[in-house]
């Protein structure tokens, strides 16, 4: 008898075994997979929050299978996301205004943070403090219809100055920093990132807000009026996992450092740097909400406002169709 029971024993221990191995298996079946657009590589700092909400499995618990697509900046993200070839994608707060006047009906569902993405590099001790020094100046943006060049337009203009009282160079992702960092431009305006390559390349820096000035904006997760529509379950679910992940660089720090780099193993051996990423995205880019994720309708409103002033846009848009705040409530 005692045989007979140590029999069963075993055969109920190998029957549950093999229900929690083929559990893992079962879940995956059921995922449902989903592009999620990116302006750029998902291997950039910019996007820890999303590259932590996979590699912690936030989207899988959401029952998503995402993966990140590459496309040639956020206002190719929207048209993409307009023409219904992915069903959600990242740009920057701003990016809405852009591609409304286009006729390509998107919205911001959610912005990462309540600072700005753009921020003022300059050198350290070399007497500018701020937009207003800039004057007669060479400074770089990434290029002439970017984020980093209307933000730098809205800084220069709450001090009275305009592109042609300087002299500003559209100089690509590493041009940026790299003409700063050998000198040839006194400043750039860009993500703290590229501060950091700066400074590793030799440069002392000084970061100054960009939202003291212009109230430019953090990224943000795009869809289109029709997902919107007809697939709101799928874009809620594709916002509280990419919130999830900000929220754990938010509050974990340094802490999320380990997952990300196995996430994006590019930066293996680089711990230090992504730290210190993480640090100042949080100081400038991530804190300022209120509620994470929530779009300030004023705040759009005065980009948008100026945009048409300079004639980037050559209409306003309602602003309650630039975006919506249902999925963050």
Same mark, same amino acid.
């Given at each position: 008898?005692?045989?007979?029971?140590?029999?069963?024993?075993?055969?109920?221990?190998?029957?549950?075994?093999?229900?929690?191995?083929?559990?893992?298996? !079962?879940a995956?079946?059921?995922?449902?997979?989903?592009?999620?657009l990116?302006?750029?590589?998902?291997?950039?700092?910019?996007f820890?929050?999303?590259?932590?909400?996979?590699?912690?499995?936030?989207?899988?618990?959401?029952?998503?299978?995402?993966?990140?697509?590459?496309?040639?900046?956020?206002?190719?993200?929207?048209?993409?996301?307009?023409?219904?070839?992915?069903?959600?994608?990242?740009?920057?707060?701003?990016?809405?205004?852009?591609?409304? +006047?286009?006729?390509?009906?998107?919205?911001?569902? +959610?912005? *990462?943070?309540?600072?700005? *993405?753009?921020?003022?590099?300059?050198?350290?001790?070399?007497?500018?403090?701020?937009? +207003?020094?800039?004057?007669?100046?060479?400074?770089?943006?990434?290029?002439?219809?970017?984020?980093?060049?209307?933000? *730098?337009?809205?800084?220069?203009?709450?001090?009275?100055?305009?592109?042609?009282?300087?002299?500003?160079?559209?100089?690509?992702?590493?041009?940026?920093?790299?003409?700063?960092?050998?000198?040839?431009?006194?400043?750039?305006?860009?993500?703290?990132?590229?501060?950091?390559?700066?400074?590793?390349?030799?440069?002392?820096?000084?970061?100054?807000?960009?939202?003291?000035?212009?109230?430019?904006?953090?990224?943000?997760?795009? +869809?289109?009026?029709?997902?919107i529509?007809?697939?709101?379950?799928?874009?809620?679910?594709?916002v509280?996992?990419?919130?999830?992940?900000?929220?754990?660089?938010?509050? !974990?720090?340094?802490?999320?450092?380990?997952?990300?780099?196995?996430?994006?193993?590019?930066?293996?051996?680089?711990?230090?740097?992504?730290?210190?990423?993480?640090?100042?995205?949080?100081?400038?880019?991530?804190?300022?909400?209120?509620?994470l994720?929530?779009?300030?309708?004023d705040?759009?409103?005065?980009?948008?406002?100026?945009y048409?002033?300079?004639?980037?846009?050559?209409?306003?848009?309602?602003?309650?169709?630039?975006?919506?705040?249902?999925?963050?409530?």
């Open positions: 008898r005692q045989d007979m029971l140590s029999k069963q024993t075993f055969l109920k221990t190998a029957m549950a075994l093999a229900v929690c191995l083929a559990a893992p298996v !079962q995956q079946q059921k995922l449902e997979d989903v592009n999620y990116l302006p750029a590589p998902a291997f950039l700092p910019a820890i929050p999303w590259v932590l909400a996979k590699q912690r499995g936030y989207y899988a618990k959401e029952g998503l299978n995402v993966k990140f697509v590459v496309a040639k900046g956020g206002v190719d993200v929207a048209k993409q996301l307009g023409a219904g070839n992915a069903p959600i994608g990242g740009g920057i707060g701003d990016t809405p205004i852009i591609v409304r +006047a286009q006729g390509i009906p998107v919205k911001a569902v +959610a912005v *990462l943070g309540g600072g700005s *993405l753009t921020n003022l590099v300059v050198h350290e001790g070399q007497g500018i403090k701020g937009p +207003a020094d800039l004057k007669g100046k060479t400074v770089t943006v990434l290029a002439y219809q970017d984020t980093t060049f209307f933000s *730098l337009l809205g800084m220069l203009a709450s001090v009275g100055l305009t592109k042609a009282d300087l002299n500003i160079q559209a100089a690509g992702p590493r041009g940026i920093w790299q003409q700063f960092a050998d000198g040839r431009a006194a400043a750039f305006a860009g993500p703290v990132d590229w501060a950091l390559n700066a400074r590793g390349a030799g440069a002392k820096v000084k970061i100054y807000r960009a939202d003291r000035y212009f109230p430019s904006m953090a990224q943000a997760i795009l +869809a289109s009026d029709e997902m529509a007809k697939r709101p379950d799928l874009v809620g679910k594709l509280k996992a990419t919130l999830r992940g900000l929220d754990d660089v938010m509050k !974990q720090g340094k802490g999320v450092v380990p997952d990300y780099v196995a996430g994006s193993p590019n930066f293996k051996g680089k711990e230090k740097f992504i730290g210190e990423v993480v640090e100042l995205y949080t100081e400038y880019t991530y804190k300022g909400q209120k509620v994720g929530e779009m300030d309708a705040r759009l409103a005065k980009v948008q406002a100026f048409v002033k300079e004639g980037i846009v050559p209409k306003a848009a309602p602003v309650n169709e630039l975006y919506t705040n249902q999925f963050v409530k």
